[in-house]
């Protein structure tokens, strides 16, 4: 390549800064783009903590622990090199955050402490406080503030990515963003772009996320050529409060840290929680699932609540609310250990969780699906290249993708705490990845004629003219709510095939509605709800890939439940016995059948759904999940 | 009480140029709102008291568990954020304001970069060799440390410290209270401190710490409770020892 190479970040979560800071260390400067000043990001709200295998509790833990692990919490749906990988590399990861600073709570002799967190059995989380994701968050924010005080990293702050740009070939060579100021749009050359925008919470309406977690982003660059993998696998966080706004979450770490669910015995039951005898609380999880108890992954501990609302009846008040405690613990190791969380909950509830219940029930938390990206596998040591440009390359050739908005590592489940490794291991890994592929590079972005760049931008204009001049009915903030009520009662906790039908069905209806919208803004400047108009359009399209997705694949899997399909487990027979070997080889059949990636292409009419197979060459499945 | 209703007072500015203006809206009561839902609800409905359709107010807002820092802004009078602003507990007709310290982009949108400015001025970083791995730890830190350390760590750039101290204005040179209680953090850290000369002197000429003036309005609103104060008269201490260490070595 004869010109200078430079690269694109857009997003500013722990995923893009990491991308970032790895740019900038191989010499190549980075234009970072985010929709608010990056330290603002979605990462800040993890509270819990981050996984990575130190073995300073006399566990006996181990990486190849931490592996399998995840490997079996996501259901064996994910590809097993770049796990392996990512396992190996969290403690070095965990020990650089420590060295830059990041304030993790200490065991008495002054190294990092670890929790235990939900789907393990070993103490494997570090953790700050209760603000575990704004403190790395920060940390990599400082990190990046560095290398722009060396003139390094260039901020575009308050600016929205609208598309990639693509030459003849198909190649991504920038994008095009819209100042969010004084709205105007404008493109930027570059000559590889990485994708770190988060999640897609917001296409369920409320969830656990913030506002930046609509999955606009990533449906943008699905429209334009990237396949989109395993959208169906949405992760319910079983402790959320309710809200106008968003569902809080209450964190796992109250889980791990010995808080204990529950609902009053008997239906109605109007009484106090805290004057209802224990011999009259039901602790399901405690009774179903005896060897992890409250600690059980989170789909699981999921539809419990589910089932002990909907179909038992027992939620508190009638409502769907089931209790979780933490009020038998003293105040003071509360406020050591969950302060943050404790306290946003007496913020946000106006009631007392030190001394009584808190009130919860599931909510949408993480997308394991999102663009699907490749790895270069070693065929030495069975994990993935670390430095290679089919790295969480997507399949629009120069566009990669890390953190959330990717689909790896996770398959059909997430561990708790494993994600902002992901986002902090594949930012390192996408950056390292888009260097090699600018250096491999004939034709820089420099040699892309003018006219690929102009279309893009005539093309951005022209919709957001349409959408200012529509003198159209429908509301986009109100078509917002409706895809939500419609994903919450139809794509949720439990599915069936009817349902989706009737989710499809909606979907359709809101992406014919979303073209006859009104943006009731006149203003040119800091026009939200033209920028929300255009959202609402993209994240219709990819609930339509997570709903077709779900109404295609008829089993269960992880997060993806159909009661229809689930091959229950023989109550009380274990291994040997005839009656669990008669269910071990329909639950093999099934894995044959339905053990793949599914891999959505955008159409005019719809997602096409395909199916890819999945690298299981670490720990093939041999066995179902157990958790009794 | 099917008609209850509650009221918003809201300052509104089209644009950094334009005059303000007031506008009064009202909703239909529920239980549970905060000043983030509730302006949500008028973004849907963009219709004020009068009956009159007109643009939705816009304000800036992103986790709404009050870690971000996007949504502060005068609440009855108080800087503080949005989202956790419970509607049953406040007054009304709410008025909402922007921050007045800072510039106003548009309604209650205003443009804090210069408190990003001010990190980097002060060098907010502990500098490392690089991000790949040393195999090896930060060097020790005790746990009592950490809890001090991490009291600072949790700043979120809000600007609410920013609006109540009578030293900070729009066109005064204080860099105001924030940072330093970040200057104060990365001194606290054992490799971090090696560059503490550097943050020192970054706040010890015109506009540094001399200049605050000792109001202590900054700890009272901080939503973190982040001992603003005592990170202000430890760094009195530190920069008059590096005052005179700077004397020897000149
Ligand atoms: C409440 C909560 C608690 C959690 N707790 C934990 C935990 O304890 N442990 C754990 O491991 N994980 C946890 N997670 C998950 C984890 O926080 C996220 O998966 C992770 O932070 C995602 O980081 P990211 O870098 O991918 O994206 P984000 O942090 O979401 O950042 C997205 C970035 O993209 C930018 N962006 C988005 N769209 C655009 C656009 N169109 N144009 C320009 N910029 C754009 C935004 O400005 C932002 O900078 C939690 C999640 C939630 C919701
Ligand atoms: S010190 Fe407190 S009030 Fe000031 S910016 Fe930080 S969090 Fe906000």
Redesign the pocket.
């Known amino acids: 390549m004869a010109t200078k190479p430079k690269v694109i970040v857009?997003?500013?979560?722990?995923?893009?800064l990491w991308a970032t800071i790895r740019i900038v260390e191989r010499n190549v400067p980075v234009d970072l783009?985010?929709?608010?000043p990056?330290k603002r990001?979605?990462?800040c709200?993890?509270?819990?903590?981050?996984n990575a295998v130190f073995d300073i509790k006399g566990q006996e833990d181990s990486v190849w622990q931490h592996i399998v692990d995840t490997i079996k919490g996501g259901d064996y749906l994910a590809d097993q090199p770049p796990i392996r990988s990512m396992c190996e590399a969290a403690p070095g990861l965990v020990r650089t955050y420590d060295r830059m600073g990041v304030t993790f709570s200490r065991t008495p002799e002054g190294i990092m402490d670890q929790r235990l967190f939900g789907g393990v059995k070993n103490r494997r989380t570090a953790f700050a406080g209760a603000t575990?994701?704004q403190q790395l968050l920060y940390a990599a924010d400082e990190q990046v503030r560095a290398c722009e005080a060396d003139g390094k990293v260039t901020k575009y702050e308050e600016?929205?990515?609208l598309s990639v740009v693509l030459d003849d070939k198909g190649t991504c060579r920038g994008i095009a963003?819209m100042n969010l100021n004084d709205m105007t749009v404008h493109t930027f050359r570059a000559d590889a772009v990485i994708l770190?925008?988060?999640?897609l919470?917001l296409i369920f309406g409320r969830s656990?996320?913030?506002t930046?977690?609509?999955g606009?982003?990533a449906s943008r660059v699905y429209q334009q050529g990237a396949k989109f993998a395993n959208g169906e696998f949405v992760q319910f966080h079983p402790t959320a409060m309710k809200g106008h706004d968003k569902l809080r979450?209450m964190?796992?770490a109250c889980r791990g840290e010995g808080g204990r669910i529950w609902v009053p015995r008997t239906p109605g039951d109007t009484r106090d929680p805290r004057e209802i005898p224990e011999s009259e609380r039901f602790y399901f999880l405690e009774e179903w699932y005896p060897a992890y108890g409250n600690t059980v992954p989170r789909d699981v501990a999921s539809r419990a609540e589910f089932r002990v609302v909907r179909h038992m009846g027992l939620g508190v008040g009638g409502q769907d609310i089931v209790y979780l405690d933490l009020s038998h613990h003293p105040r003071a190791f509360l406020e050591a250990r969950l302060g943050a969380i404790l306290d946003m909950y007496r913020t946000f509830s106006g009631e007392d969780p030190y001394t009584g219940p808190m009130k919860i029930f599931p909510a949408m938390?993480?997308s394991m699906g999102g663009i699907l990206v490749g790895f270069a596998k070693d065929e030495q040591t069975g994990g993935m290249q670390s430095i290679h440009p089919d790295n969480h390359q997507s399949t629009i050739a120069g566009l990669f993708a890390c953190?959330?908005?990717d689909s790896a590592f996770h398959g059909a489940n997430r561990l708790?705490?494993?994600?902002?490794?992901s986002?902090t291991y594949s930012?390192m890994i996408a950056g390292d990845a888009s260097v090699a592929y600018t250096k491999g590079l004939k034709n820089g972005s420099a040699d892309t004629a003018d006219r690929h760049f102009e279309s893009e931008k005539n093309r951005q204009e022209e919709i957001n003219q349409a959408l200012i001049s529509s003198d159209g009915t429908e509301n986009p903030f109100a078509l917002h709510r409706e895809l939500g009520e419609l994903m919450q009662e139809h794509v949720f906790v439990e599915r069936d095939n009817k349902g989706l039908d009737k989710a499809l069905e909606g979907i359709r209806q809101l992406r014919a509605r979303s073209a006859r919208m009104r943006v009731d803004d006149k203003a040119t400047r800091v026009n939200q709800s033209l920028s929300w108009a255009r959202q609402i359009q993209d994240m219709i399209v990819l609930a339509e890939v997570i709903a077709k997705g779900a109404r295609m694949r008829d089993e269960c899997r992880g997060s993806h439940y159909k009661a229809e399909f689930e091959l229950k487990i023989p109550e009380g027979k274990f291994e040997g016995d005839p009656e669990f070997e008669r269910y071990k080889a329909k639950w093999k059949a099934n894995n044959e059948k339905w053990l793949k990636i599914t891999v959505a292409t955008h159409a005019k009419d719809g997602p096409k759904i395909d199916y890819r197979p999945v690298d299981l060459s670490v720990l093939a499945p041999t066995k179902p999940r157990d958790y009794r | 009480m099917a008609d209850r209703e509650i009221q918003f007072n809201v300052k509104r500015q089209d644009g950094p140029e334009a005059a303000p203006y007031w506008e009064e809206f009202t909703m239909p009561y529920s239980s549970g709102h905060n000043v983030v839902s509730a302006l949500m609800y008028l973004r849907e409905h963009p219709c004020n008291a009068n009956g009159e359709t007109v643009n939705p107010v816009v304000w800036d807002c992103n986790c709404m568990e009050e870690v971000c820092g996007a949504c502060a802004m005068l609440i009855n009078g108080v800087p503080r954020q949005a989202c956790a602003a419970l509607v049953d507990d406040l007054e009304q007709p709410i008025v909402l304001e922007p921050l007045s310290k800072f510039p106003v982009v548009r309604d209650l949108v205003v443009d804090r970069q210069r408190m990003f400015d001010a990190l980097l001025k002060i060098k907010a970083w502990v500098p490392v060799d690089g991000s790949w791995d040393i195999h090896r730890h930060a060097p020790l830190i005790s746990p009592n440390e950490q809890s001090i350390r991490y009291l600072f760590s949790r700043c979120m750039t809000c600007g609410c410290c920013m609006e109540a101290c009578p030293q900070f204005q729009q066109d005064s040179k204080f860099i105001g209270p924030a940072p330093f209680a970040q200057v104060r953090l990365h001194n606290s850290h054992p490799t971090g401190s090696f560059f503490n000369p550097d943050r020192l002197h970054a706040i010890m000429g015109e506009g540094g710490i001399t200049d605050c003036g000792n109001a202590q309005n900054c700890v009272e609103v901080c939503p973190k409770d982040i001992p603003l104060t005592d990170a202000i008269a430890e760094l009195g201490r530190q920069t008059t020892i590096q005052w005179i260490r700077d004397l020897f070595v000149r």
């Not at chain 1, 783009?33 to 608010?36: G, I, K, P, Q, V």
């Not at chain 1, 709200?45 to 981050?50: D, K, L, P, S």
């Open positions: 857009v997003g500013g979560g722990v995923g893009g783009f985010s929709l608010f990056v990001s979605h990462t709200c993890a509270q819990g903590g981050i575990t994701g600016w929205e990515f963003a770190a925008t988060g999640g919470g656990t996320m913030s930046n977690s609509t606009a982003a979450l964190s796992e938390h993480y953190g959330e908005c708790g705490a494993n994600s902002l490794l986002a930012g």
